[in-house]
């Protein structure tokens, strides 16, 4: 006799159950292995074949550590199953989680339209490895909206989004960009970053993108301690891109791919704490006097509050706040009295960050110019403690 709960099948991990069910079950076989409820850390390079014809045919599962292990796979498949994708392949950070799927759809001649506020590390791929390739890169308004089609040209292969952007947290109409760019060039490729929302607030492929991009780095691992990317594709561009992915050499470490499926299995709850504790604090900072804007789309005053609530079920934890009329060295004193916001990059972990990011670099979305602008990582702490902190913050930047 079978128990359900040991043999996971489709059933238990469709979508019409709870997200922490699925969250709690998706990609891990434990009758596979002996019933131990967490698949296996292979570290892997080499795999045996039992005999000959086997390996000529490549016919077991399994044939070499960098095309993936039951470990990998597990990560995988649980992430295929969120996003609705036809594959996903892991990559060792959420930078090479973009630029891994440009390399494997973009050819020379190609123009490429990349939304001015994605992640701005991924501006340097793209104006120094990708115009040496003789790809054309040229950056967009997030609010484009239907202009965007006098943006297309014959040779327009690649579009890249992210929503709610990068430090300044403008929306983006991302299906309406998706159609426009299908509709214009059905062989075009959307990529979007998913990095913010996770598939639990937003599935881009429901929405008309092609490829969703983690940093999962970010929520999925969730504890500041891995470094990954991961790449979901759908049917129609997967084997393209696993593929290319395969021809490169991409590959991740076991024990990596493990802690990261150990994070997935909390998202859901951390979730909830981040955006509920984000809420409270993004209220208490609009009505702050020394703040002229919150930037965060979940807020009703936001720009983009009316796409984010036709389009994403949540809100995570990371947003910006303007400081008005405050110098950056000014707005120092503010970031050095923090006692539990930590100064440092990435975010999505389970302590608070803070810092100050710089618009400098942006050719068409100009970040706030009416202040300094200060981008907090809201941690699992409780936010009554985080807001006293950042109370001590404003008496610094006064007496400063
Ligand atoms: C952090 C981040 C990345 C890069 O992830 P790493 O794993 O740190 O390389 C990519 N996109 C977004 C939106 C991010 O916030």
């Known amino acids: 006799m079978s128990n359900d709960f040991n043999d996971k099948n489709e059933d238990q991990t469709s979508s019409n159950v709870g997200i922490n069910t699925r969250l709690s079950h998706i990609g891990n076989k434990p009758m596979d292995y002996h019933g131990f409820v967490n698949p296996p850390v292979v570290r892997a390079s080499t795999v045996l074949f039992p005999d000959y014809e086997t390996m000529r045919d490549r016919a077991q599962p399994y044939v070499y550590g960098t095309y993936g292990t039951p470990t990998t796979d597990a990560l995988c498949n649980a992430l295929s199953e969120l996003e609705g994708a036809a594959g996903t392949r892991l990559v060792p950070s959420g930078l090479a989680a973009i630029s891994v799927p440009v390399l494997a759809f973009a050819r020379a001649g190609m123009h490429v339209l990349v939304v001015d506020s994605l992640y701005s590390p991924n501006r340097r791929f793209c104006n120094d490895v990708l115009s040496r390739l003789g790809v054309e890169v040229e950056y967009f308004s997030p609010h484009a909206g239907a202009d965007f089609a006098k943006l297309m040209r014959p040779n327009t292969g690649i579009v890249m989004l992210e929503a709610p952007a990068s430090n300044s947290f403008e929306m983006c109409d991302t299906p309406l960009i998706a159609n426009i760019a299908h509709e214009k060039n059905p062989d075009c490729v959307v990529m979007m970053d998913n990095t913010w929302a996770t598939p639990l607030f937003f599935k881009p492929l429901d929405y008309g993108v092609d490829v969703s991009i983690h940093a999962l780095t970010k929520y999925p691992s969730g504890h500041s301690d891995v470094l990954m990317g991961g790449v979901s594709v759908n049917a129609r561009h997967w ?162």
């Open 239 to 400: 084997e393209q891109f696993n593929d290319a992915t395969n021809a490169m050499g991409i590959c991740v470490g076991g024990d990596d791919a493990a802690l990261v499926l150990r994070g997935l299995r909390t998202m859901g709850v951390r979730l909830a704490h981040h955006e509920k504790s984000t809420m409270e604090i993004c209220r208490w900072l609009w009505k702050h006097p020394e703040v002229s804007r919150v930037l965060y789309p979940a807020l009703p005053d936001d720009p983009g509050h009316e796409l984010w609530k036709r389009d994403f079920k949540g809100a995570s934890g990371l947003f910006s706040f303007v400081i008005r009329g405050k110098g950056r060295d000014d707005c120092g004193a503010f970031l050095n009295a923090l006692k539990y916001h930590g100064l440092g990059y990435s975010w999505a972990g389970y302590e608070s960050l803070a810092v100050m990011p710089n618009f400098g670099d942006r050719v068409v979305a100009h970040g706030p110019d009416e202040g300094t602008t200060i981008r907090i990582q809201v941690g699992l702490e409780d936010p009554q403690d985080l807001i006293a902190d950042l109370e001590r913050g404003f008496a610094a930047l006064k007496r400063s």
